[in-house]
């Protein structure tokens, strides 16, 4: 079994990896809620591995979050449980940068300079912005352009690599068509990112077996409570085949689910009962019970004690913020000069 590595691991490993790959990662997760399993494999451990491998920068996207969530109190709390969530899972701020997309003003400048080279046809054909107003929900500015802010998050950092799941694809695509346009009219402003996505991971199911999302409730928290957690992982939607008829593993979401949580030994053990047959799905639900609570059980641990002490989250952050700032600024400021607005702060 894997786990979610510890915070603060060895930081002078982190220095020597550093140097020949010159990776920049950046990524966002929006507070909208608590963490699920489709955020953890698709993207949160792609966070927790890159911060060995270059100089990364990752925020809580409370501005994007502002599009659904109305409630102040809300809110605020839910980037809290955000920021213990993900270094109780081993992001680590010495390694890695974390802070509040808020807290970096200069994205929401860089945002209105993105929007006026911004073609309304390229954000009408966005998914998020097109799947509501297909249902005939009534959409805002905010949802519109989401994406164009999505862009400004990945440029204000130079960052060239941003670890997501499938579904943010997309929008990394057109953070690049953007940073194209814009230096193709103003010169080498910005750096050109690419998504990271992990195969077995892009598109994490849900316990119906659709992709595991809030929107379609359908959701396993990573710190689920432990009562909640066997209820959900034992309500998980199977098919209705005979239990003597051997199964194709590589087609069943309880598998795939299990397959990210177990070991690779494991794995291949329980890919050979599905092929041999004669077993009942709660045999394996009862498996992937067992993986899921031993998989977290030493984050779960770490956010109890991080809980207990919440000036640390708060330094983190602060700390995180002012980092985010020097270097948005820098990319502001360049790109302020080049469509010919003064330079920066100190030019004013
Ligand atoms: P968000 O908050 O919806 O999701 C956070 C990350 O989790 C991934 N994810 C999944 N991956 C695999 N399977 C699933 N079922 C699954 N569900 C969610 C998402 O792909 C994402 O990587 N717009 C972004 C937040 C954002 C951002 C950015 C990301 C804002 N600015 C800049 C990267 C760079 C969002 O709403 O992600």
């Given at each position: 079994m894997t786990s979610p590595e510890p915070a603060n691991a060895n930081a002078s490993d982190a220095a020597a990896a550093k140097e020949p790959t010159q990776l920049r990662v950046l990524s966002g997760i929006q507070p909208t809620g608590r963490f699920h399993w489709g955020n953890y494999f698709g993207?949160?451990?792609?966070?927790?591995?890159?911060?060995?491998?270059?100089?990364?920068?990752?925020?809580?996207?409370?501005?994007?979050?502002?599009?659904?969530?109305?409630?102040?109190?809300?809110?605020?709390?839910?980037?809290?449980?955000?920021?213990?969530?993900?270094?109780?899972?081993?992001?680590?701020?010495?390694?890695?940068?974390?802070?509040?997309?808020?807290?970096?003003?200069?994205?929401?400048?860089?945002?209105?300079?993105?929007?006026?080279?911004?073609?309304?046809?390229?954000?009408?054909?966005?998914?998020?912005?097109?799947?509501?107003?297909?249902?005939?929900?009534?959409?805002?500015?905010?949802?519109?352009?989401?994406?164009?802010?999505?862009?400004?998050?990945?440029?204000?950092?130079?960052?060239?690599?941003?670890?997501?799941?499938?579904?943010?694809?997309?929008?990394?695509?057109?953070?690049?068509?953007?940073?194209?346009t814009f230096n193709h009219l103003y010169g080498e402003v910005f750096t050109l990112p690419k998504a990271r996505v992990i195969e077995t991971a892009a598109r994490v199911p849900g316990t119906d077996g659709q992709k595991m999302s809030k929107s379609y409730d359908n959701t396993i928290q990573v710190f689920e409570e432990p009562g909640k957690l066997k209820k959900k992982v034992m309500r998980i939607t199977t098919d209705s085949r005979p239990m003597e008829a051997p199964k194709d593993p590589e087609t069943d979401h309880l598998f795939e689910l299990y397959r990210l949580m177990a070991s690779a030994e494991e794995t291949a053990a329980m890919a050979e009962t599905y092929r041999r047959g004669g077993f009942g799905y709660g045999e394996i639900k009862k498996a992937l019970h067992a993986a899921a609570e031993q998989f977290f059980a030493e984050a779960r641990t770490r956010r109890e004690a991080l809980a207990a002490d919440p000036a640390t989250i708060d330094g983190i952050l602060e700390e995180g913020a002012a980092r985010a700032r020097e270097q948005a600024t820098r990319v502001l400021d360049r790109a302020r000069a080049a469509c010919g607005l003064s330079r920066g702060r100190g030019d004013r």
């Amino acid at each position: 079994m894997t786990s979610p590595e510890p915070a603060n691991a060895n930081a002078s490993d982190a220095a020597a990896a550093k140097e020949p790959t010159q990776l920049r990662v950046l990524s966002g997760i929006q507070p909208t809620g608590r963490f699920h399993w489709g955020n953890y494999f698709g993207a949160i451990r792609q966070y927790i591995d890159l911060q060995h491998a270059g100089d990364a920068y990752y925020f809580i996207a409370d501005l994007h979050a502002l599009t659904t969530v109305r409630e102040p109190e809300v809110l605020r709390s839910f980037v809290r449980e955000a920021a213990l969530d993900l270094v109780a899972l081993g992001l680590d701020p010495k390694r890695a940068t974390l802070f509040v997309q808020s807290d970096v003003p200069e994205v929401t400048e860089l945002t209105w300079l993105l929007l006026t080279v911004t073609p309304m046809g390229l954000l009408e054909r966005c998914h998020a912005y097109k799947e509501k107003k297909a249902k005939g929900l009534p959409a805002d500015a905010g949802l519109f352009t989401y994406p164009v802010l999505m862009a400004a998050d990945i440029l204000a950092y130079d960052a060239n690599t941003v670890p997501v799941g499938d579904d943010q694809v997309q929008h990394v695509e057109v953070c690049r068509d953007l940073a194209g346009t814009f230096n193709h009219l103003y010169g080498e402003v910005f750096t050109l990112p690419k998504a990271r996505v992990i195969e077995t991971a892009a598109r994490v199911p849900g316990t119906d077996g659709q992709k595991m999302s809030k929107s379609y409730d359908n959701t396993i928290q990573v710190f689920e409570e432990p009562g909640k957690l066997k209820k959900k992982v034992m309500r998980i939607t199977t098919d209705s085949r005979p239990m003597e008829a051997p199964k194709d593993p590589e087609t069943d979401h309880l598998f795939e689910l299990y397959r990210l949580m177990a070991s690779a030994e494991e794995t291949a053990a329980m890919a050979e009962t599905y092929r041999r047959g004669g077993f009942g799905y709660g045999e394996i639900k009862k498996a992937l019970h067992a993986a899921a609570e031993q998989f977290f059980a030493e984050a779960r641990t770490r956010r109890e004690a991080l809980a207990a002490d919440p000036a640390t989250i708060d330094g983190i952050l602060e700390e995180g913020a002012a980092r985010a700032r020097e270097q948005a600024t820098r990319v502001l400021d360049r790109a302020r000069a080049a469509c010919g607005l003064s330079r920066g702060r100190g030019d004013r």
